[in-house]
Each structure stands twice: as C-alpha cells, then as structure tokens.
C-alpha cells in the first residue's frame, strides 16, 4: 500500500460493530482491514441468552455462523476480516486489558495502516474492554492517526457518549468531533444501498435486537479524532 493509499484499519469488538458503526465509511475505503476481537467460539460449548435470541443451539453454531455473516457483509464492503483468537464476555472467558493491548499492538503495527478506528466504549462491557486496550496501544503508535467511533445503538443510551469522553479526557486523550477523509469517492445513495446490503447480512443479530431495533444504525455515523494531550496521572485499571 502506498504512502498516497492509505489503509483504514477498523477494531471491532463483535463480528458486526465495524459495519453498523462505520459501513458507511467502509464502502468509501476498499480493501480497509476490519478486525474483530472476539471472533473465537468458548473452548468448551455452551448456551446463552444472546445465542437462543439469534436462533442458535449453542456457542460454536453461533461463532460458526456470524463468521461467514461477517464474511458476507465484508465482502459487499470489499473489507478484509482479520480475527483475533479470543472470546467476547458471554462465554466468561475475556483477556485482560493488557494482553488484548498486547495482541492488537501487534497486529496494528504488522498492517498497513496509517489511519486507525477503535470503539469509544460505550455502554457494552466488552466494547469499554476493548476501548480501554485501544487507549493502551494509542501513545505507543502516535504516528498513526488515531479516530473513535460511536458504536450503533449503544450511542442511544442516555448520557453515554459524554462520560466516555470525559473519562477519555482524564486519560489524556482528547477527543474532537471529525470523519476520516475518504480513500474513493462515491454516491451517497450508492454508499447507503452498500452499507444496507452488508448490515442485512447479520441476519442473526438484526434477529436478536429485533423488529426496530438496529434501526440507529441508518443514522449519520459520528467520529472523534482522538490525540495524546498529555501523560495521565493514573493507568488504565489491568
């Protein structure tokens, strides 16, 4: 990849948050590397809420078909998946912050990327988990341009967006209202016909939320340009 073709690499906490998130955003950067943390099924199968909601029997039916889900809305997106071996907060086995920090430090730094998206972290456990490794990683690769994104339906939850920020700021990130430039462009009715196929998808997660459910992913998409104001006093919680 070029210095003049940048490559968008976006952090996903769950097979669908990039797409819901940003797929808007995505169908103007093909080939960008989406990543999705928890992409691995629990060692041992299990049964949980989520899982019956999304019309599956256990644990690794559920990993098995949001895989080629996701493989599907990527494909539409012209995205690349890149999956990391761990397992989201259901199965009860999530890494720490430091190890997560650990993994995505090197992948990021293998990649082409010179414009990163991760999480905010907003109202789910493991989008905060993954967030809170994200800010690790943050001062040790500067040199990349750095950008948040508000994750799809979690944004609706009252007053969540502002105290991710604050806590942000008390970090030493500051975060300014911005959009990452677009690689291509393209109609916007075309973007929007892109991001609708490729969210269509995760059939069984549009299952799971229900009827109306995900209707906010269909609402402008926000980011925050994210920099280092300064050294904080106190880390990240291990």
Request: aromatic share 8%.
């Amino acid at each position: 990849m070029s210095e003049t073709s940048p490559r968008l690499f976006i952090v996903s906490p769950h097979f669908d948050d990039a797409v819901f998130s940003c797929g808007a955003l995505l169908a103007s950067h093909p080939d960008a590397a989406v990543c999705t943390v928890f992409a691995a099924p629990p060692a041992h199968e299990m049964h949980t809420e989520w899982d019956a909601r999304s019309g599956f029997s256990g644990a690794r039916e559920a990993v098995h078909a949001r895989t080629i889900e996701d493989n599907d809305a990527l494909a539409t997106l012209d995205a690349i998946p890149v999956r990391m071996p761990f397992c989201d907060g259901q199965y009860l086995d999530s890494p720490s912050i430091t190890k997560l920090a650990a993994a995505l430090e090197e992948i990021i730094y293998g990649s082409t990327a010179n414009t990163l998206l991760m999480p905010v972290g907003l109202f789910h456990s493991d989008h905060e988990l993954v967030s809170d490794a994200c800010c690790e990683v943050l001062p040790r690769l500067a040199h990349l341009a750095w950008f948040g994104y508000e994750e799809a339906i979690h944004r609706r939850q009252p007053g969540v967006v502002d105290a991710r920020l604050d806590e942000l700021a008390r970090r030493g990130i500051v975060a300014t209202p911005a959009h990452p430039d677009a690689q291509h462009a393209i109609d916007p009715a075309r973007q929007a016909i892109l991001k609708r196929d490729a969210v269509n998808a995760y059939a069984s997660q549009l299952r799971a939320f229900g009827p109306h459910g995900c209707d906010d992913v269909f609402a402008p998409e926000r980011y925050w340009q994210l920099n280092m104001t300064h050294t904080p006093a106190c880390h990240v919680k291990k």
